[in-house]
């Protein structure tokens, strides 16, 4: 099973940007679709955004649609989120996924990472 580690969390102020990482244990990382969901305090886990296989295909939560930018690098078994603009109602714990397939739904991601926290201040 691929194992994956998320890096690149921290504290910014609004308006910032920052890169999270995302590296996977695995060369068959590029069988995997990738995802980045994030949980606020009290809140439920939610979509942030997803890459298929090849990055052919997209998707993107409308929340930070414009701002945030999914990429993969499956040479280095990698998949990036870049956050520009950020806002205080960014902060939450970033977690990334894979699935077999691109996808926005949770239950179809079975592997998770730790998460990394963003903290964005106003």
């Known amino acids: 099973q691929v194992q994956l580690v998320e890096s690149g969390g921290g504290l910014v102020q609004a308006g910032d940007s920052l890169r999270l990482s995302c590296e996977a244990s695995r060369r068959t990382f590029s069988s995997f679709g990738m995802g980045w969901f994030r949980q606020a305090p009290g809140k439920e886990r939610e979509f942030v955004s997803a890459i298929s296989r090849s990055s052919l295909s997209t998707l993107y939560a409308d929340s930070v649609k414009g701002r945030f930018t999914i990429s993969r690098d499956n040479a280095k078994n990698t998949v990036y989120l870049q956050m520009n603009s950020l806002k205080p109602e960014d902060t939450a714990v970033y977690y990334c996924?894979?699935?077999?397939?691109?996808?926005?739904?949770?239950?179809?991601?079975?592997?998770w990472g730790q998460g990394t926290q963003v903290t964005v201040s106003s």
């Open positions: 996924a894979a699935a077999s397939m691109i996808s926005s739904r949770p239950s179809d991601f079975n592997t």
